[in-house]
């Protein structure tokens, strides 16, 4: 059963070599969007959700009111506006 071996050892580095490039695949394609961003550093920025139109704004970027203890974070003046008129 000599050729049995042969197909074995054949379909286990067919096996070796699809579960390798595709691991790598994995890798490669999981740290080349790192690479991109971490010049810019936009994931060391917390982004908040404008309770009026649902927009995700930067926080440092935009206008805050607070009621009931809680820190809202709005996209423009007039969403700031309706949001305060309503509550
Ligand atoms: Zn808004």
Redesign the pocket.
């Known amino acids: 059963m000599l050729g049995g071996w042969i197909v074995r050892l054949l379909i286990a580095v067919l096996i070796i070599r699809l579960l390798w490039s595709f691991f790598h695949g994995i890798f490669s394609g999981a740290t080349e969007p790192r690479r991109k961003t971490s010049g810019k550093a936009d994931r060391s920025l917390p982004l908040a959700r404008?309770p009026?139109?649902g927009?995700f704004v930067q926080q440092s970027r935009a206008l805050e009111a607070r009621s009931g203890g809680q820190v809202h974070y709005?996209?423009?003046e007039k969403?700031r506006r309706t949001f305060m008129e309503s509550s």
């Open positions: 404008d009026v139109c927009t709005f996209c423009s969403c």
